[in-house]
Nanobody, 128 residues
Framework: QVTLVESGGGSAQPGGSLNLSCQVSGLTHEHYGIGWFRQVPGKEREGVSAIMLDGFTYYAEFVKGRLTISRDIAENTVSLQMNNLQPEDTAVYYC??????????????????????WGQGTQVIVDS
């Protein structure tokens, strides 16, 4: 049974930084792509970034160079370094493995409908 645990969230001021971590168990992490998503209460979940098994990365347009996704194969973790945070980044952030076989494009890998397993999320609050 796949288990995903997100951590690293918290509060930050505008312009500040946070580093999120996704710990994966129940599957071989390096054999799957991992996506980061975020959701504001009352709104739909949206894709933020994803990293494939070959290391190729994808980013949503709103990232604008502020976020960096990386993978630690030995630790079965995927991190999301978040810099220059803005209030609109406030959300619960989730990670999920890309278990479906599909054409890997920025559209598909950042589409939450393509994912089925989720962690409980980690809250990010950006406010002065």
């Amino acid at each position: 049974q796949v288990t995903l645990v997100e951590s690293g969230g918290g509060s930050a001021q505008p312009g500040g930084s946070l580093n999120l971590s996704c710990q994966v168990s129940g599957l071989t992490h390096e054999h799957y792509g991992i996506g980061w998503f975020r959701q504001v209460p009352g709104k739909e979940r949206e894709g933020v970034s994803a990293i494939m098994l070959d290391g190729f990365t994808y980013y949503a347009e709103f990232v604008k160079g502020r976020l960096t996704i990386s993978r630690d194969i030995a630790e079965n973790t995927v991190s999301l370094q978040m810099n220059n945070l803005q209030p609109e980044d406030t959300a619960v952030y989730y990670c999920a493995p890309d278990l479906t076989r599909h054409l890997h494009t920025v559209v598909t890998v950042l589409n939450p409908d393509e994912y089925e397993a989720w962690g409980q999320g980690t809250q990010v609050i950006v406010d002065s």
